[in-house]
């Protein structure tokens, strides 16, 4: 799992703090705008949801985690926040 993720993204996610370039590469990724101050006030089930979602990221694509694992955005978002992955 932990490594599944980190391939993806690289490391671990701090959503918390506005990021421009973190919204770009989700918003390409899931073909809607996602707003920078938006994705850092956002629950963050709501937030570890949009990465297990998103089919790419910094121009690399990939199987999203919720196929990969065969589960629901909500449990693989719930995963994502208790193994720290998504912040």
């Given at each position: 799992m932990i490594e599944a993720t980190l391939m993806r993204?690289?490391?671990?996610?701090?959503?918390?703090?506005?990021?421009?370039?973190?919204?770009?590469?989700?918003?390409?990724?899931l073909r809607r705008k996602i707003d920078?101050?938006?994705?850092?006030?956002?629950?963050?089930?709501q937030r570890a949801g949009i990465f297990a979602e998103a089919t790419s990221f910094r121009?690399?694509?990939f199987t999203p985690l919720t196929q990969y694992?065969?589960?629901s955005k909500g449990a693989m978002s719930i995963r994502l926040l208790e193994l720290g992955l998504i912040i």
């Open positions: 993204f690289g490391a671990r996610i701090d959503g918390t703090l506005p990021c421009e370039e973190l919204a770009y590469f989700l918003s390409n990724s920078a101050f938006q994705l850092a006030r956002m629950p963050q089930e121009g690399r694509f694992f065969g589960v």
